[in-house]
């Protein structure tokens, strides 16, 4: 496993309070075990060119790996084995890597669901959510407004509506990436999540909370899309009326009101990262440790620059592509 040394014992459930907001403990060690092994024990290691770059010990946790290029297999994947979906299946919205992961566990089970993106969503998410199995409908100008429209079609087909960052479940998922990094050898000072609907950022720092108190957990939004930060600092749910970044996977108008609750206690600081400094990021990944992120995937190298000086763990969330994308942000 990467960064565990051989005959190193996996990672107890700690032993102080098993439920974390509505995210158990219990549960991330059991979804360690059922989540597809394809998603599991991803590669984690210091970058000697980032550290020495960047000036501090920069550890990659690489999601990118996998069939869906992502870290939300995780999360979709430990949901199917606890809910019964109905005869009509499932339906979520999702700027794309959600709607992959969902379709992945859906196709693997002979569960049918429908995919809500925004109209102008990434062309290659939608033609892999598609690949996957889902029936994919582009509605809205955005993510929040294709929600919107998720939900409606959900109560009038009897339909589950899946609402990444309101279920539990996904966030235990998504906590499994902190189990795996508690297993390696030399202690961290920071974690750098990038922050969407919070489901990732909540299961992590449920789990470092409790397993690794002195780990300080920082959720990264971009600064064209705020609603998280604001809300976070508030907190209540704030929303914004519009929202400009190149990062669609973070990018959130509308926050929901269960992530926000499930951070409470689990995440010491949000901070921002504007689109050139998530540009920056990408082709530093690119050229110094041969990934291709997404500009949501790539937001916690950029925010190395709030931990001088600490061994920050980076979680490389997505790798989602296309061609266009690839000629224009890393040339």
Not at 151 to 168: C, I
Not at 179 to 193: G, K
């Amino acid at each position: 496993m990467p960064g565990q040394s051989p005959g190193t014992p996996a990672t107890p459930v700690p032993r102080l309070a098993s439920v974390v907001g509505r995210i158990s403990l219990e549960a991330i060690a059991e979804a360690s075990e059922l989540i597809d092994p394809v998603f599991r024990d991803t590669p984690q290691f210091v970058s000697e060119p980032l550290s020495e770059l960047l000036g501090a010990t920069v550890v990659l946790k690489v999601e990118t790996l996998n069939p869906i290029r992502s870290f939300k297999g995780r999360g979709t994947d430990y949901l199917l084995h606890r809910i019964e979906p109905p005869p009509a299946g499932l339906v979520c919205a999702s700027a794309g890597n959600f709607g992959q992961g969902l379709a992945y566990a859906c196709r693997k089970r002979g569960v049918r669901v429908t995919v809500f993106a925004a109209e102008n969503a990434t062309s290659l998410k939608v033609q892999r959510m598609r690949a996957l199995g889902a029936e994919v409908v582009l509605r809205g100008k955005d993510f929040d407004a294709a929600k919107e429209h998720a939900r409606a079609h959900a109560a009038a087909t009897n339909a589950m509506f899946v609402e990444d960052g309101q279920v539990a479940a996904i966030a235990e998922g998504a906590g499994t990436i902190a189990l795996e990094l508690c297993r390696m050898a030399e202690p961290l000072d920071v974690v750098l999540v990038p922050l969407g609907d919070g489901a990732l950022v909540s299961g992590i720092g449920a789990w470092m909370k409790r397993a690794m108190p002195s780990v300080r957990v920082v959720g990264v939004v971009a600064s064209g899309a705020p609603a998280m930060q604001l809300s976070w600092r508030a907190g209540r749910v704030v929303t914004t009326e519009s929202m400009s970044t190149i990062a669609d996977g973070i990018a959130v108008r509308a926050p929901v009101p269960e992530a926000l609750e499930d951070m409470k206690g689990t995440v010491d600081d949000v901070v921002a990262v504007d689109d050139d400094e998530i540009r920056a990021a990408m082709r530093l990944l690119f050229s110094h440790a041969g990934l291709a992120a997404e500009a949501a995937g790539a937001a916690g190298l950029a925010a190395v620059k709030h931990t001088p000086g600490m061994r920050a763990a980076v979680i490389v969330t997505g790798g989602n592509l296309s061609d266009e994308q690839m000629r224009a942000l890393l040339p």
